[in-house]
C-alpha cells in the first residue's frame, strides 16, 4: 500500500513546508476536545494581519451544496474576503460565527458590520455533537496559536473526521509554479467524505482492497477545500480554480454524493481591496487567461495530494458511543 506521496505525475514542485503556508503570509492554527465522546474541534486560517482593512480578492463554489456555511452569499457577490476562515463541525457553526464576529470586532474599532466565514463538516460518527463541545474559547486558541507550521489529519476541526470510511481531518500541500516568475498555491482540506470502496491513491484503486469489512454504502459526507495563492489573479479567475478542485477530489476517489457537500473557496494575497478606498478607480491585476492551465493543474495537484495526507497522518480514533475509526496506516497493515 502508500504510506507515503510518491507522485511520479507530479508536474510541479512542492513548496518548502508542502503546506498552504507556503503561501506568504497565511497561518492556520488548530484547538480541539479529545476526551471520550467528544471528539470535535476547529481550525482557522489567517490569509493576513489586517483583513477587514485591506480584504483579499476571493471567490468560491458550491459543488455539492448539502452543507452548511456562512459568508459565501457576500464572497459570491464582493468578491472578497474580510475575516480569517474557521472550519468546524456541523453544530458549532453558530458558535464559531459569534467567536469570530467578536474578534473582528475587538480587533476594528470602527467596525459595524462584517461577514465571518465559517464552513463545516459532520463529525457525529465520532463526537457527541448534540452536546455542543465547540465553544469560542477553541476559535480564540486556535486563531491565537496560528503559524506556518501545523499538524494535519485528526486535528482541529478535523479530529471526529472519516474520510473515504477511515479516520481523516484536515490535509494540505502546495506546489509552486512560473507565471512570469515564481508563485505558489495551496490547498487545505477538511475531508469527511467518501466511501472506501472508492477510495484511489496515485491512481491505484486502494479501497477496493481494504473494503471487504465497509458497512457504510450511501455517501452522506461533505469535504471543505480552501486555496491560496500569491499570484494576482480575478475574482473570476479564482472562481474558474475552484471549479477545477473537483477533479483532484474525482482523483482522490470522491464521488460527490447525494448527500455530500462539497464547497471550495480561494482567494489570492496579492490583490487587496481597501475597505475605505482613498479614491474612486483603483487597479487590480490578473492572470491571462491564456495562462490559467497552469494554475488549474497546480491546484488540482494541490486538492489530491492534500487530501491523501489528511488520510496519512491521522490517527486511529475511539469516540462516541465507544466507535472506533480506523487509520489509513494501520488499514494497510
Request: net charge neutral; with cysteine.
Amino acid at each position: 500500500m502508500h504510506d507515503r506521496w510518491i507522485n511520479p505525475a507530479q508536474e510541479y514542485q512542492t513548496g518548502p513546508r508542502n503546506l498552504i503556508t507556503d503561501v506568504p503570509g497565511v497561518r492556520v492554527g488548530h484547538a480541539d476536545v479529545r476526551r471520550g465522546g467528544a471528539q470535535t474541534g476547529v481550525t482557522v486560517l489567517l490569509p493576513r494581519p489586517d483583513i477587514f482593512e485591506n480584504k483579499l480578492v476571493a471567490a468560491c463554489h458550491v459543488i455539492n451544496g448539502f452543507g452548511k456555511s456562512t459568508g459565501l452569499v457576500q464572497i459570491e457577490e464582493l468578491g472578497t474576503l474580510e475575516t480569517p476562515i474557521a472550519l468546524t463541525n456541523t453544530l458549532a457553526v453558530g458558535t464559531c460565527w459569534q467567536a469570530l464576529a467578536r474578534r473582528m470586532v475587538r480587533d476594528n474599532p470602527q467596525l459595524r458590520s462584517v461577514n465571518p466565514v465559517v464552513m463545516e463538516c459532520n463529525d457525529s460518527t465520532l463526537n457527541d455533537i448534540r452536546a455542543f463541545h465547540v465553544t469560542g474559547d477553541m476559535l480564540d486558541a486556535a486563531s491565537d496559536g496560528a503559524d506556518v507550521e501545523f499538524a494535519q489529519g485528526a486535528v482541529g476541526a478535523g479530529r471526529g473526521m472519516i474520510c473515504h470510511g477511515l479516520s481523516g481531518g484536515i490535509g494540505s500541500a502546495s506546489r509552486v509554479f512560473k507565471a512570469g516568475k515564481q508563485y505558489t498555491i495551496g490547498a487545505l482540506v477538511l475531508t469527511n467524505h467518501g466511501l472506501l470502496r472508492d477510495l484511489t491513491v496515485l491512481g491505484d484503486p486502494v479501497g477496493r482492497r481494504l473494503a471487504q469489512e465497509e458497512v457504510k454504502q450511501t455517501d452522506q459526507g461533505s469535504v471543505i477545500v480552501i486555496l491560496a495563492t500569491d499570484v494576482p489573479v480575478s475574482t473570476r479567475n479564482l472562481k474558474r480554480i475552484c471549479k477545477r478542485a473537483v477533479v483532484g477530489l474525482g482523483r482522490s476517489g470522491a464521488r460527490i454524493g447525494h448527500g455530500s457537500g462539497e464547497i471550495v473557496l480561494a482567494f489570492t494575497t496579492a490583490n487587496t481591496v481597501p475597505h475605505q478606498a482613498p479614491e474612486a478607480v483603483f487597479t487590480a491585476r490578473d492572470v491571462a487567461d491564456a495562462h490559467m492551465d497552469t494554475l488549474f493543474r497546480a491546484a488540482i495537484e494541490c486538492v489530491e495530494e492534500a487530501v491523501f495526507n489528511s488520510l496519512l497522518y491521522a490517527e486511529a480514533v475511539t469516540g462516541f458511543e465507544g466507535r472506533t475509526v480506523r487509520a489509513y496506516r494501520d488499514a494497510c497493515r
